[in-house]
């Protein structure tokens, strides 16, 4: 055997069927009812370096998170979907999670941005309370993202330092500010204010809001991710840990979400 033909890849049966079903499921989904916008609250990562990575750090499970969230993102722009928004630091993990835990977790989440920042076709940008972070990290984040071009297909957020009530917070201050310097009070304002305005002062102000929220580990709750955003939202929730989260588990949400009948409060 020359060394050309030992550099080519063995397929297993087992992975001739897989890939076989996720090309059946592909080309089975209703491509006219896929949504626009999709989040994913990537849960699981410490759970999986456990049972995975036992004596090793948790750093371990952040790093297979964070390659799984770019797959995730190419799967995302396989179908075409525009708008893609990945949780990937709350403000809860901050407060509960200590030092040692939470800056291997940043280094992960500073690569993970600069890598998505650097594909031609994804404009990215980071939402979330910065100030929580520490200055030079803040710092990086900001200027790792990108601005839109014209061949960028793809627009994803990265939740960093992110909780929902703290981002309603900021949209009202940030409400209140704008609204001082044109000189109106509060008065005015509790006259005038429609929901609207405070969509505007959002972190995704000028987003679609998300059509489909994904979350793995078998968690069903929000956790207050996107709590303004998320309010006529369909939901899919997956058992799986978020590293072991697989391209025919997305296509199944999809699936899903195509199946649904979407009422928006009605």
Same mark, same amino acid.
């Given at each position: 055997?020359?060394?050309?033909?030992?550099?080519? !890849?063995?397929?297993?049966?087992?992975?001739?069927?897989? %890939?076989?079903?996720?090309?059946?499921?592909?080309?089975?989904?209703?491509? &006219? +009812? @896929? !949504?626009?916008?999709?989040? =994913?609250?990537?849960?699981?990562?410490?759970?999986?370096?456990?049972?995975?990575?036992?004596?090793? *750090?948790?750093?371990?499970?952040?790093?297979?998170?964070?390659?799984?969230?770019?797959?995730?993102?190419?799967?995302?722009?396989?179908?075409?979907?525009?708008?893609?928004?990945?949780?990937?630091?709350?403000?809860?993990?901050?407060?509960? &999670?200590?030092?040692?835990?939470? %800056?291997?977790?940043?280094?992960?989440?500073?690569?993970?941005?600069?890598?998505? #920042?650097?594909?031609?076709?994804?404009?990215?940008?980071?939402?979330?309370?910065?100030?929580?972070? *520490?200055?030079? =990290? #803040?710092?990086?984040?900001? #200027?790792?993202?990108?601005?839109?071009?014209?061949?960028?297909? @793809?627009?994803?957020?990265?939740?960093? #330092?992110?909780?929902?009530?703290?981002?309603?917070?900021?949209?009202? +201050? &940030?409400?209140?500010?704008?609204?001082?310097?044109?000189?109106?009070?509060?008065?005015?304002?509790?006259? %005038?204010?429609?929901?609207?305005?405070?969509?505007?002062?959002?972190? %995704?102000?000028?987003? *679609?809001? !998300?059509?489909?929220?994904?979350?793995?580990?078998?968690?069903?709750?929000?956790?207050?991710?996107?709590?303004?955003?998320?309010?006529?939202?369909?939901?899919?929730?997956?058992?799986?840990?978020? *590293?072991?989260? +697989?391209?025919?588990?997305?296509?199944?949400?999809?699936?899903?979400?195509?199946?649904?009948?979407?009422?928006?409060?009605?």
């Amino acid at each position: 055997m020359d060394s050309e033909d030992q550099l080519k !890849p063995t397929w297993s049966p087992l992975q001739l069927l897989y %890939t076989t079903y996720e090309k059946q499921l592909l080309s089975q989904l209703d491509r &006219s +009812r @896929l !949504p626009a916008h999709v989040a =994913v609250l990537a849960d699981g990562n410490r759970r999986w370096a456990r049972e995975n990575a036992p004596g090793h *750090p948790l750093v371990v499970g952040y790093r297979a998170g964070a390659g799984k969230l770019k797959e995730f993102v190419g799967w995302c722009n396989e179908v075409s979907i525009p708008i893609v928004t990945l949780w990937v630091l709350s403000t809860d993990n901050l407060r509960r &999670s200590s030092d040692e835990e939470v %800056t291997p977790l940043i280094g992960v989440i500073e690569n993970l941005v600069v890598d998505l #920042a650097a594909h031609p076709a994804y404009h990215v940008k980071v939402v979330g309370d910065l100030n929580l972070l *520490p200055k030079d =990290v #803040a710092a990086n984040l900001a #200027a790792a993202q990108t601005t839109a071009a014209e061949n960028s297909r @793809l627009h994803v957020n990265v939740a960093v #330092a992110y909780g929902g009530r703290r981002e309603l917070r900021d949209a009202v +201050r &940030s409400l209140l500010a704008s609204e001082a310097a044109r000189g109106n009070d509060l008065e005015t304002l509790a006259e %005038t204010l429609e929901i609207s305005h405070i969509s505007e002062h959002l972190y %995704t102000a000028g987003q *679609p809001d !998300p059509d489909l929220i994904i979350r793995t580990s078998g968690e069903q709750r929000l956790s207050g991710f996107l709590l303004w955003q998320s309010a006529h939202s369909e939901y899919y929730f997956c058992e799986a840990l978020w *590293p072991d989260f +697989r391209k025919v588990d997305f296509i199944r949400a999809l699936r899903s979400y195509s199946q649904r009948e979407r009422r928006y409060g009605r």
